[in-house]
């Protein structure tokens, strides 16, 4: 029987060169934790778990894998969960995005290692989904995401908050002089009160969104809250199904496909989901050997409506969406426009779902197909000469009178220069400029963090200015607003055309022909290019060596050069 045909504690075996004593040397090791001879021929289930007393998004995890053990031991298997990296997304230096590859890594190679004939992926926070999806998919077993699920938004003085759109609009209103520093006190106590991921449409949601709709999560999963019973029950179900799949398998490289990644496209365009999606969504289907084309997530933004009115685009929260029929009711509306013949990891097809979905909408929360929003998507890339291989903009969140705009460059060489100088008030600056930020991308040293929502200048925030162009190779929490580019590419850190900016450059932005250009003559780009040097000296050992010198640029998803599949 082939290893990967093998049920249990059979499959895997540690080499001693007696394939019976390895296996009676296991069991009798496993018999140590108390299970019984019963228990340990049953076909085993993986719970991959995230937690971390540095992942404030995780903290409900105890609980949660619970309920996944008893939908496992309900369906016959037994259930081992296993701990893995944790990404605690506001926790981490220089960010979380350098270690996202690293957890993928970790998920990948103890699904492998480890004697399981399917796992359940229970993660959350920003970059844990992305990483749990990108080891599932090169490890190929059965696996079954279980997303954390988005916090609750509070009652506060008359007022719904919820992380973290909410932290950014409270903290500009602070900068603006706006909010005192006790009263900012007092907000923070007051944004994020319960277990789970930020409450709005940011990173975390997008990708839980995207998990369901590609196919990786059970139906109606991925807007559960937190803290709601139904999240216990989606934990169940989960266990149950992939005990279920340890016997019959269906696996993630049988689920991932183009058609599939192309729903995944279509829902974060009608979610008006972050920006950071573009890129996890890149390095997933990376895995899978299928790319992402920039031209085509502009046809395919062209032609999808933004349904759902979430912050920071919008006005409700998560619970909201869940509550007016979830990610499922989206994908109902999006029908015309979807792959419903794709297979996921329920057994179902995603029309087989969709038919079985309860009719009733909140279109307070998730809006008619003929009646949108918006009628096209909410992200849209740029090319130009200073975007060559392109750049993000989240529309959905940005003023739309600074769509079409050329501007003066007032530069910053890097996120240290930019905390020395942007509240200067000697900076020369004014409310009509592009402030762009160099050296904040993937090999910049800074491991590309979502610097990218650069500060309004307090002079000008006090002035009333609330949104200007912003321009950067780094990227931005999906909590966030304002008219930004970012995801630059190339990179300022390897010359690209962002390292050349000077102050007093003019900059040419046009999101009607996505366009973004320098507008500075090649002879004198040519000059500056012979003087530029690279920002960064190379570490030399660990980790950070090995990120620097295999990671790729945005429009590959940031993910190391060896991991994609050929």
Known sequence: MADKEKKGLAKGLTNYGDPAFSLYLRRSFAKSMGY??????????????????????????????????????????????????????????????MFRNLMAIDVEEMIRAQPMNAVVLVGGCDKTVPAQLMGALSADLPAVQLIAGPMMPTSFQGERLGACTDCRRFWAMHRAGKVSAAEIETIEGNLATTAGTCAVMGTASTMASIAEAIGMALPNTAAIPAVHADRLRAAEASGRRAAELALSPLRPSQIVNEKSVENALRVLLAIGGSTNAIVHLTAIAGRAGIKIDLQKLNSLSDSTPVLVDLKPTGQHYMSDLYAAGGVTAVLRELKPLLHLDCMTISGKTLREILD?????????????????????????????????????????????????????AVVFS?????????????????????????????KSGYAMPEAGYLPIPSKLAKAGVKDMVRISDARMSGTAYGTIVLHVSPEAAIGGPLALVRNGDRIKLSVKDRKLELMVPEEELRKRKAAWKPPVTPPARGYAKLYMDHVLQAEHGCDFDFLRKA
């Open 36 to 97: 019984s001879s019963e228990m340990l021929s049953r076909p085993v289930v993986g719970i991959a778990d995230s937690k971390s007393g540095f992942n404030n998004c995780h903290r409900h995890f105890p609980e949660l894998i619970e309920a996944v053990k008893r939908g496992v031991l309900a369906a016959g298997a037994l259930p081992i969960e296993f701990p893995t990296v944790s990404l605690g997304e506001v926790f981490l230096s220089p960010t979380s995005m």
């Open 356 to 408: 079985a979905h309860p009719p009733w909408v909140d279109r307070a929360v998730v809006r008619e197909f003929k009646s949108p929003i918006s009628s096209q998507g909410g992200l849209v890339a740029l090319f130009g000469s200073l975007a060559p291989n392109g750049a993000i903009l989240k529309r959905s969140a940005a003023d739309a009178n600074l769509f079409e705009k050329e501007g003066r």
């Open 414 to 442: 890097s996120l240290d220069d930019l905390a020395a100088r942007i509240d200067d008030p000697a900076l020369d600056v004014k409310a009509d400029d592009f402030l762009v930020l160099q050296n904040a991308g993937p």
